[in-house]
């Protein structure tokens, strides 16, 4: 039984973590893309 829950929260866990690093990943990729884009415009 703990094992199982166990087993359920550190999959929690580890899934938060790579929705963590999507999200950080995804919004720096966005900040490259506006300084670019700036540039661009000058």
């Known amino acids: 039984m703990w094992q199982a829950l166990d087993r359920i929260i550190s999959a929690k866990n580890s899934m ?7 999200m950080y990943i995804r919004g ?4 490259e893309r506006l ?4 540039d661009n415009h000058i």
């Open 28 to 31: 720096f990729l966005d900040y």
């Open 16 to 22: 938060e973590g790579i929705m963590e690093k999507e």
């Open 35 to 38: 300084v670019c884009e700036k």
